[in-house]
């Protein structure tokens, strides 16, 4: 019998060899859910196909097939794996699982009308690009690149997903006019939208322009002007290089991924920081404001749901070292006040999630990992703490000054015990053991 999701109050599929924890999130081709494998004991991410209403059945399932077909026989750093594929025991409907990804997708990390700094569009567009070569080389065109396709297991990891749309090489010809309209707005190849043959020259458009997205804080649509004339920091001679693998004729553009990226890479090596200045009320940062986005974006939905059991085992050192024990915390602005050291509800949430990653990696022993883990549990606590205290303030009028001054204070000591009983709270539903 499928499960209710007393949380969402969706009810889950049932999905052999699988417990279906959360609902994550849902587009028109599927619904995407955390969940556990229970041979194996690791999370991972189930996509469920869904049939939308006068769409044809058999090709929906045909096409979801071939998206499990193309990530299996792809092995890349830079891809989402693939660890399962079959149909669900009660409605007979296709599922695949892969790995679970934490971070959530690069448009979490994104400001709209903030560039970010070029040192992370970087090592973004290495990553991104080393994927598409890779699937490239494999004959595979993604067809569907965009911010939301990329996700982020750290801050500098990347990760390209989502094949619904992917398609081998051979059978790009047969697209024409009936993949007339495929791909997102601002991303998608003009030959692409325009329904005409496309080959990777269509996925190298699409990666100039999440490119040109990420260092100017807008989209390359209608008639858009250089990178550098936007965001000042970035050096003129940047511009031929983006706005070549812009072209609206592929013939115009690089002969691959590859020589985009190389092409791209040594101004990115010599530009300024992006200016990143906000105005004085708003003293969170441009970080905060961009995880308050993720909130509601696809996996990364599950950051303040991920918590672990409430009373760890004494078999792990969960407490780091006085040497990397948590730094005070750290906000711009003149009249931000330090608090000289964490609370105890943060440190709890930090300890729970530590916990937490332990079980993942299957209990290894070893103080040095215990560290990694405290420190890598850290981060994900400031940053959700950031985004509920933002939350908070954009609730209260976003006051500014003294006034604003004494409600981050308060709003984030109301978020880190809000945080922690909502981990109480799921430690209990969802124990690990």
Known sequence: MARVDETSRVTAPVVPGHELIRQLGAGGMGRVFLARQVALGRLVCVKVLTIPDLEDPVLCRARFRREAELLANLSHPHILALFDYGVTADSDLPYLATEYIEGGDLRSRMKPGRPMTSDRVREILRQAGDALEHLHGKGIIHRDLKPENILMPTETLCKVCDFGLAVLQESAGALTRSGRGLGTLGYVSPEQQRGDRIDERADQYSLAAVTYELLTGRRPMGRFGPPSRLNPSLPSALDA????????????????????????????????????????????????????????????????????????????????????????????????????????????????????????????????????????????????????????????????????????????????????????EEARLHPLD
Do not use: C
Request: charged share 30%; no cysteine; aromatic share 4%.
């Open 241 to 424: 290089a983006i706005l070549r693998g812009l072209e609206e004729d592929p013939r115009e553009r690089y002969d691959s991924v590859g020589h985009l990226v190389r092409a791209i890479d040594p101004h990115l090596e010599s530009a300024r920081p992006a200016a990143r200045g906000l105005g004085s009320g708003l003293r969170y940062g441009a970080a905060t404001a961009a995880i308050l986005l993720a909130a509601g974006v696809g996996l990364a939905a599950m950051a303040r749901l991920n918590q672990g059991p409430v009373v760890p085992p004494a078999a792990h050192p969960v407490v780091p070292p006085a040497a990397t024990a948590p730094a005070a915390d750290q906000r711009p602005g003149p009249d931000a006040a330090k608090p000289a050291e964490r609370s105890a509800e943060f440190r709890k949430l930090t300890e729970l999630r530590s916990y937490r990653m332990w079980v993942v990696q299957g209990k290894p022993k070893g103080d040095d990992l215990a560290t990694r883990n405290w420190l890598e549990a850290e981060k994900v606590v400031a940053a959700q703490v950031e985004a509920r205290a933002y939350e908070m303030w954009v609730a209260q009028g976003k006051p500014e000054g003294a006034e604003g001054a004494a409600a981050a204070d308060r709003n984030r000591r109301e978020a880190e015990r809000q945080l922690l009983r909502e981990a109480e």
